[in-house]
C-alpha cells in the first residue's frame, strides 16, 4: 500500500464529524460562559438580583430575566450588558 493512500486513511478517520445544526445541543460541551443566552446553564440557574438601574425595587429569579429587563428597559445605559456578564462570572466562581 503506498504512503498517501495511508495518509489519506489517516486523516479521514481524524476529522471529527459534523453536528446537524437542528440535532446540536447549545452549551454542551461544560465549559463554563458568561455569554448571555436563553439557553446558557448559568443564566437559568435561579439568583436573586435587584435591578441597579431601576429606582423601584424589583427582584429577578435569574439572570436572563435580568438580562431581558436591562435589554429591554434600560438600552440606553452603558455597558449594562458587561454589568450582566459580570455578574455571570460572578456566578460562575461561586460568590453569587
Not at 65 to 81: F, G, I, P
Amino acid at each position: 500500500m503506498s504512503t498517501t493512500i495511508k495518509n489519506k486513511r489517516v486523516r479521514e478517520n481524524s476529522v471529527p464529524k459534523k453536528i446537524a445544526f437542528q440535532d446540536r445541543i447549545p452549551f454542551s460541551n461544560n465549559k463554563k460562559s458568561n455569554l448571555p443566552s436563553s439557553h446558557n446553564p448559568i443564566y437559568q440557574r435561579e439568583v436573586r438580583i435587584r435591578c441597579k438601574y431601576c429606582n423601584r425595587s424589583r427582584i429577578f429569579d435569574g439572570l436572563w430575566q435580568y438580562y431581558k429587563h436591562c435589554n429591554h428597559n434600560h438600552e440606553t445605559e452603558t455597558k449594562y450588558k458587561e454589568h450582566v456578564m459580570s455578574l455571570a462570572d460572578l456566578v460562575i466562581g461561586g460568590t453569587l
